[in-house]
């Protein structure tokens, strides 16, 4: 039987439609808009929880309606929730430059994906080299209306900098 971790956001109630739709041995752990900061304590702890359970699988995921993206994008009400301002700061970059290039087309998706790719490659980049090549990092995105899981698009923008010489 497959085993799988998956990183969800409380406010969005998706560990049930995961359970349903995912028939397999699945894990959790939940921050709020999948703000998570992998500190090392933190890492040494996933690390130990996948070799413990030997997990196959990370997803990252998020609804397409998750109550803290909508808040970072639109009012900030949360804000001041500790660990939520750097979280809001990279929305806010990350909506500042897609409403640039995108316009009057609805970014939310747009933006979940670019923040759900961030968060993939930080915690490869952070896992255990022993585990990089064993355990499949991903993201995808729960549409609330269609109740289906689409994969998060490949990064079409980048919050990364970049310089030319």
């Not at 349903?20 to 894990?27: A, I, K, L, S, T």
């Not at 030997?54 to 500790?82: M, P």
Request: proline content about 1%.
């Amino acid at each position: 039987m497959r085993k799988h971790l998956y990183f969800v956001c409380p406010t969005d109630h998706l560990e049930t439609v995961i359970n349903d739709h995912c028939h397999q041995e699945n894990y959790y752990l939940t921050s709020l808009g999948n703000s998570v900061s992998f500190n090392s304590e933190f890492i040494g702890e996933i690390n130990s929880l996948i070799e413990a359970n030997r997990i196959t699988e990370i997803t990252f995921i998020l609804s397409d309606n998750n109550r803290i993206i909508l808040d970072a994008l639109n009012r900030q009400r949360f804000n001041n929730v500790r660990g939520l301002s750097s979280f809001y700061n990279i929305i806010g970059k990350e909506k500042r430059l897609t409403k640039k290039l995108w316009h009057k087309f609805n970014i939310q998706s747009q933006i979940i994906s670019c923040y759900l790719n961030l968060k993939v490659k930080e915690l490869q980049f952070r896992l255990s080299s022993c585990l990089t090549d064993t355990v499949k990092v991903n993201g995808i995105i729960y549409c609330s209306k269609s109740k289906t899981f689409d994969e998060i698009q490949p990064n079409l923008l980048s919050l990364e900098d970049f310089n030319l010489n």
